[in-house]
């Protein structure tokens, strides 16, 4: 009697250093620090780096807002673009989990976005007062986010600290993210201002499957005994 193969999956992962992304507009790097934007008025920043992938992905990294008057936010992007580089809003491509710390009419909060669409949403009063303290605090704070396809879909995870805020969201219609697929960190001030951080960044694939193999197992009566495959 031989028992069935089985196949495990998992993530392979790659830490990307702030020194290998492209700072644009008013972002610039410092040490292992991303600073997307300066604690001054009417800043906007991008930092990109280049990351082809194919199927599901997972982006880790640490997310720092706050030292000034409160505005605007940033977001972490992948697979897509922001031509009006507006730092706390999702991209019209790919896949962005956005951190909105100012109330531009009860829209500050917690946004995910796949191709230009809201697929989660927790914003205005009704979950924040008009600040957002789980993550406007001048606190590092690490954030997960995580897109497994399911059929012709994907499920969304977001991890904020370890489980300490965690969301779930679906992609009804899910294909891997196209064009430049950067993994990019956008924000933005106004007439309030706030630092905009990241480090530690970190990049998974879906690592290829490790098939084990079937076992043979020998009936002896009514009890099993299990056995590897004989050595070659």
Known sequence: MTSPATETS????????????????????????????????????????????????????????????GADGMCMKYGGYDYGEQGELIAGNGFSVCFDSYDNGNDHGVVMGWNGAIIFSETGTGYWSHQVPLFEDSTWHNVVVQVTPSGSGANVILNFDNGYYYKTAWISSFSSPVGSQQ??????????????????????????????????????????IRRFPRRP
């Not at 040490?31 to 997972?58: E, P």
């Not at 933005?188 to 630092?195: D, F, L, Q």
């Open 10 to 69: 998992a993530w392979s992962c790659t830490s990307i250093g702030a020194g290998s992304f492209s700072a644009q507009y008013n972002s610039y790097i410092s040490g292992s620090t991303i600073v997307v934007t300066n604690n001054a008025g009417s800043q906007r920043g991008r930092a990109y780096y280049t990351w082809a992938n194919t199927g599901g992905f997972r982006i880790s990294f640490d997310m720092y807002q706050g030292g000034g008057t």
């Open 183 to 224: 993994v990019a960190f956008t924000a933005r001030t106004g007439g309030s201002t706030n630092w905009h951080y990241a480090k530690n960044v970190q990049v998974c694939s879906v690592a290829t499957p490790t098939r084990r193999p079937a076992r043979r197992i020998l009936q002896v009566g009514r009890r099993h």
